[in-house]
């Protein structure tokens, strides 16, 4: 059996109960077996691929909040301290009632391979709990945050480890977890990215992952003869990713037409109107129906559907799977050219494949969404230096990053005779890294 089979069948084995963490490993295997068929003898001396999918720790906590009413509740709550090869451990916190370690392992480990990616120094990790803030008042997430905080701070540090926001954790989020860390240590260090621009934030760092999604597309569409400009763009999700993902479509020609949340989604024929979606989602915290009150050409769906609209290129960047076969038949039926994942791994492995063989452009998450951790490395390096670089520095830089990795995937695809199959072009990119300072480090 050949090494890249045999860690495949242990990780499976020994982490049965977490599809999401096998299907991450499986995907990231596959595609560097080439460069471990290369070394395979060296690899398997110390042990690098047992070592490489195995968490350096995790870490379980309670977290224990009060509501409004007086009523206690009990969530728990996660750090996955992945691997810190490269640099202090990195990646976001997530609160979703779907979290639970398999979950972070999978985005902690796919955060190993995109913070290398990024060619900054920083390790992967993630974190989070299984708290929903939906529908809570903002004391509630509070008190939640310092309760999460205060048991978290233990773990982390400037040089040990720096979280920031995912799914469920925006800059109010971030706020009160800083708030807390400050309160408990008596100290004002950079231990969290994503912070507001009154307390060490970065400028761009909102809009740093769709603007950094877009800003990758429009590399590899160049590369491949194509352009944004006047295309129709079905995108998911109405968050941060996609929020500004729309934004910087509309900014470079493209019509984004469609966005969604977890109960529905909307068609808007005359484009997104961004202000309309910040307004609803990110001031009022409202479902999309309020899109719709606000927008009366817009159409409103209840359930999933953005993927049967007719679009030129798709963006995913709500959650993982959500993007199926089935999907992926629809967008090509409907004259889609091209997938790029704003989203940790949105689209399933089978999808994955379909629409490759079926020569559609594919970018997946953990390249063309690395823009948000790529700028939140950047917001360390404006704290350690105790200054603040303006917007345009910031976008400049940010761009400079995203234009980089296309190259990256690209030739690293094409150096292993599969020109054009980012997929393997990122993931032999990400790992390669990894591998030559772990292996440097010595064996532990
Ligand atoms: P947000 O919480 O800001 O937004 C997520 C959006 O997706 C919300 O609109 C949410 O709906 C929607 N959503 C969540 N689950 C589902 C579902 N099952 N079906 C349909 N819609 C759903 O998160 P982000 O925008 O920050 O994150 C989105 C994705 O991007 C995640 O995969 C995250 O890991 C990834 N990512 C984020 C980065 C960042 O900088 N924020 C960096 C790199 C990757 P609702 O409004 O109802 O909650």
């Known amino acids: 059996m050949s090494y890249v089979d045999e860690i495949l069948a242990s990780v499976k084995t020994k982490n049965a109960g977490e599809p999401e963490f096998i299907q991450a490993v499986t995907e990231v295997l596959e595609s560097i077996r080439p460069v471990v068929d290369a070394h395979e003898e060296e690899y398997r001396a110390a042990a690098l691929l047992e070592r490489m999918v195995e968490p350096d720790r995790i870490i379980t906590f309670r977290v224990p909040w009060q509501d409004d009413e007086g009523k206690w509740h009990m969530q728990r709550g996660y750090r996955v301290q992945f691997n810190n090869a490269i640099g202090p451990y990195k990646g976001g916190l997530r609160f979703h009632p779907s979290v639970y370690p398999g979950i972070l392992k999978f985005l902690g480990f796919e955060q190993v391979f995109k913070n290398s990616l990024t060619t900054l120094p920083i390790g992967g990790a993630k974190g989070g709990s299984d708290f929903d803030p939906h529908g809570k008042s903002d004391a509630e997430v509070m008190r939640f945050c310092q309760s999460f905080m205060t048991e978290l701070y233990k773990y982390i540090g400037e040089n040990i480890d720096v979280p920031a926001g995912d799914i469920g954790v925006g800059g109010r989020e971030v706020g009160y977890l800083y708030g807390q860390y400050k309160r408990i240590t008596n100290s004002y260090e950079s231990i969290l990215t994503g912070k507001g621009m009154s307390f060490g934030g970065s400028l761009i760092r909102p809009e740093a992952t769709g603007y950094g999604l877009i800003y990758c597309t429009n590399e590899i569409l160049k590369m491949n003869g194509q352009s944004l400009e006047g295309k129709t763009c079905v995108v998911s999700g109405a968050g941060n990713v996609a929020t500004y993902a729309i934004e910087k479509l509309q900014q470079l020609g493209a019509k984004p037409v469609t966005c969604c949340d977890s109960t529905g989604w909307i068609y808007d024929p005359d484009g997104i109107d961004v202000d309309t979606l ?23 769906h209840e359930g999933k559907g953005v993927w049967t609209v007719k679009c030129d290129y798709a963006f995913p960047c709500a959650t993982q799977n959500e993007l199926d076969v089935e999907d992926a038949k629809a967008l090509i039926a409907n004259g889609c050219k091209g997938v790029f994942e704003g989203a940790n791994m949105p689209t399933t492995l089978e999808a994955t494949k379909y629409i490759q063989e079926q020569g559609l452009l ?12 790529a700028v939140s490395a950047l917001e360390m390096s404006q704290n350690a230096e105790r200054l603040s670089w303006t917007r345009e520095e910031v976008d400049k830089m940010l761009l400079r990053i995203m234009t980089d990795i296309a190259h990256t995937i690209s030739d690293a695809a094409e150096k292993y005779g599969q ?17 030559d300072a772990m292996l440097s480090q010595g064996v532990y």
Do not use: C, D, H, W
């Open 278 to 300: 910040i307004e609803v989602k990110q001031v009022m915290r409202a479902r999309l129906t309020e899109y719709k009150k606000r927008r009366p050409n817009a159409e409103y």
């Open 362 to 373: 594919f970018t997946p998450g953990k390249a063309s969404n690395a823009g948000g951790v």
């Open 419 to 435: 020109k054009g199959n980012y997929v393997v072009g990122a993931n032999i990119a990400g790992f390669e890294k990894v591998a």
